[in-house]
């Protein structure tokens, strides 16, 4: 097997037939660099092939079990030192993940903020943005997404790095 390179950051391979097939795991650190969750777009962008083709290997990779899928063209990369199955996010990194712009917010904010020592069975995210499926369910946990008035998604401070920011809740001075 011979090697070829498609991009500066994809390398490929000829398989017998003579065909390109990508490197997962060279695909996977060029993807790893933007963060940990990524979409089938910016796997296109980074890679420039072809979506239908990106999508039969998330699914191989899926049944590897190196990526994780969120929902719907969202992904998780599962560390290698991980099992498929035994590895997560933390719930508010994850609820990032789900809708832009977003919080943490009504019971689980209580949580976080250690105001309660209730566990919250359903971790609440609110936001401005239309969600078409209010209740997700993501690794075994609920997702209650809440849409508010944007005059009403106030008091809040971002977390994270430029690229992946999820905004925890503060108190609203009166």
Known sequence: ???????????????????????????????????????????????????????????????????????????????????KGKYTLHESAIASHLVQPSAIAYWSALHYHGLTVQIPITVFVQTTARKKHTLIEVFGVNYRIVRVKPEKFFGSRRNGSRRHRSLSPTWRRL
């Open 1 to 83: 097997m011979s090697s070829v390179t498609r991009s500066s950051s994809v390398t490929c391979s000829l398989n017998e037939d003579g065909e390109r097939r990508p490197v997962t795991i060279k695909i996977l650190k060029a993807i790893a660099c933007e963060g940990q969750v990524f979409t089938l777009e910016q796997l296109h962008r980074q890679t420039r092939i072809q979506k239908n083709i990106l999508s039969v290997m998330l699914s191989r990779w899926e049944e590897r079990g190196f990526v994780e899928r969120i929902e719907k063209g969202k992904y998780l990369i599962i560390p290698l030192e991980s099992e």
